[in-house]
């Protein structure tokens, strides 16, 4: 059974960093792509980063406006491992984080989930 397997949540104060990270088991994801969203209280999910691909399968990555310059998505295939590289957070990164995976490049489905890591910032 495919899993993601999340880590590297917890808390820090506004100005702090922190990496997660997401090991999917069960098979090799390569040719996933691969992203993080994340769910505030009482908001929806939103898709945070995305490392994907381009045509002739060539990985790029994107994000969403609130956190770019401060995320950076990243992926090791040789370890089968996503991280996600928080720095500069705020008290609106406040949220839980759900590592994803999806065959489709924009990822406007979700082929596998993680099961949350929560992520605390206090200002």
């Known amino acids: 059974q495919v899993q993601l397997v999340e880590s590297g949540g917890g808390l820090v104060q506004a100005g702090g960093s922190l990496r997660l990270s997401c090991r999917p088991s069960g098979r090799a994801f390569s040719r996933y792509a691969m992203g993080w969203f994340r769910q505030a209280p009482g908001k929806e999910r939103e898709l945070v980063a995305r490392?994907?691909?381009?045509?002739?399968?060539?990985?790029?990555?994107d994000y969403a406006d609130p956190v770019k310059g401060r995320f950076t998505i990243s992926r090791d295939n040789a370890k089968n491992t996503v991280y996600l590289q928080m720095n500069s957070l705020k008290p609106d990164d406040t949220a839980v984080y759900y590592c994803?995976?999806?065959?489709?490049?924009?990822?406007?489905?979700?082929?596998?989930w993680g099961q949350g890591t929560q992520v605390t910032v206090s200002s």
């Open positions: 490392h994907s691909w381009s045509g002739g399968f060539k990985y790029y990555a």
């Open positions: 994803a995976a999806s065959t489709i490049a924009a990822m406007y489905s979700v082929d596998y």
